[in-house]
């Protein structure tokens, strides 16, 4: 496959996804403060170039989600370091969303998981000293060994941040790829949901 078909791929999972998530009756109430970054990296990914993304992030706006734009290579930075870092653990992982975190949420995710043989994780940030927090380029890294450690050296599906000064806490879904990753995420979002 030449470098413009792996793109072409990447680009068209991730649209196909799209349609998946502004399909769903719920997903739009997990959107978080921050928004929706939705990525899919490329097989040989190493900088955020190599990672499609939705440019401005994906939101809501009366009910429906709100896609701004086509995916885009290097539209995103925080959500694209992490799925390098992730497929230095795992190359399979190449897509990943995050999404609204709340603890009943947790708890319910938590079961989920169980029951559909997905994996579950947290990164605990509240052990994340000063000078990684504040040295540019250090905190990812250090956020993704840490998940992995703590999760018997695999890196989960799902997993969540917790709270630090000035960060929304958050969970995060991995997989292998964006149309995986939206399918996981709607049931998820449609399953907590439709429980209420």
């Given at each position: 496959?030449?470098?413009?078909?792996?793109?072409?791929?990447?680009?068209g999972?991730?649209?196909?996804?799209?349609?998946?998530?502004?399909?769903?009756?719920?997903?739009?109430?997990?959107?978080?403060?921050v928004?929706?970054?939705?990525?899919?990296?490329?097989?040989?990914?190493?900088?955020?170039?190599?990672?499609?993304?939705?440019?401005?992030?994906?939101?809501?706006?009366?009910?429906?989600?709100?896609?701004?734009?086509?995916?885009?290579?290097?539209?995103?930075?925080?959500?694209?370091?992490?799925?390098?870092?992730?497929?230095?653990?795992?190359p399979?992982?190449?897509?990943?969303?995050?999404?609204?975190?709340?603890?009943?949420?947790?708890?319910?995710?938590?079961?989920?998981?169980?029951?559909?043989?997905?994996?579950?994780?947290?990164?605990?940030?509240?052990?994340?000293?000063?000078?990684?927090?504040t040295?540019?380029?250090?905190?990812?890294?250090?956020?993704?060994?840490?998940?992995?450690?703590s999760?018997?050296?695999?890196?989960?599906?799902?997993?969540?941040?917790?709270?630090?000064?000035?960060?929304?806490?958050?969970?995060?879904?991995?997989?292998?790829?964006?149309?995986?990753?939206?399918?996981?995420?709607?049931?998820?979002?449609?399953?907590?949901?439709?429980?209420?």
């Amino acid at each position: 496959m030449s470098e413009d078909e792996k793109q072409d791929f990447v680009l068209g999972n991730l649209c196909r996804a799209l349609r998946i998530l502004e399909n769903s009756e719920h997903f739009y109430k997990l959107i978080p403060e921050v928004r929706i970054n939705f990525v899919f990296a490329l097989q040989d990914a190493r900088k955020p170039l190599d990672v499609a993304a939705i440019p401005g992030r994906i939101t809501a706006f009366n009910g429906r989600l709100q896609v701004p734009s086509y995916p885009q290579f290097g539209s995103s930075d925080h959500m694209a370091r992490a799925m390098i870092e992730i497929m230095k653990f795992d190359p399979k992982k190449r897509a990943g969303i995050n999404f609204k975190y709340t603890e009943q949420l947790q708890v319910w995710i938590e079961k989920f998981c169980n029951q559909n043989d997905l994996t579950f994780g947290m990164i605990d940030r509240h052990d994340e000293h000063a000078g990684i927090r504040t040295e540019d380029g250090r905190s990812m890294p250090w956020k993704i060994k840490k998940l992995v450690e703590s999760s018997n050296g695999l890196v989960p599906d799902v997993f969540y941040e917790n709270e630090a000064l000035g960060k929304e806490p958050l969970f995060v879904l991995v997989g292998n790829s964006a149309i995986s990753v939206a399918e996981d995420v709607v049931s998820i979002a449609d399953g907590y949901f439709n429980q209420k």
